[in-house]
C-alpha cells in the first residue's frame, strides 16, 4: 500500500523543483528551447515568442504541478487497488 499523501507531497516537490530549474535554463540560455527541440524530440518548430516573467513562472508552476499531482494519484490509486 502506498502512502498517497506523502508521494504526492514528494511530487509536488520535486517537480517545482525541476520546473524552476527549467525555466531558469531558458532564462539563462535562450537557445536551449530549440535545441531542445531539435535533438531530443527529433523536429523543428516554432516556439513563439520568448515571454519570461513572474506571471509565466507562477502559471507554468501550477500547471505542472496540478498534472504531475494528478498523474501520481492516479498511479497511487491504481496501485493501491489493483492487487498482484
Known amino acids: 500500500m502506498i502512502n498517497t499523501t506523502h508521494l504526492l507531497k514528494v ?7 525541476v520546473y524552476a530549474v527549467c525555466f531558469l535554463g531558458v532564462a539563462l540560455f ?5 535545441a531542445f527541440m531539435y535533438y531530443g524530440l527529433h523536429t523543428t518548430a516554432s ?4 515571454i519570461m516573467t513572474l506571471t ?5 508552476l ?3 504541478n496540478v498534472v504531475a499531482l ?3 494519484g492516479l498511479f497511487a490509486a491504481l496501485f493501491n487497488k489493483i492487487k498482484a
Not at 47 to 50: K, T
Not at 56 to 60: A, Q, R, V
Open 11 to 17: 511530487t509536488a516537490a520535486w517537480i517545482s523543483i
Open 47 to 50: 516556439v513563439g515568442e520568448n
Open 70 to 72: 494528478l498523474a501520481v
Open 62 to 64: 501550477v500547471v505542472w
Open 30 to 34: 535562450p537557445g536551449i528551447r530549440s
Open 56 to 60: 509565466t513562472f507562477l502559471s507554468g
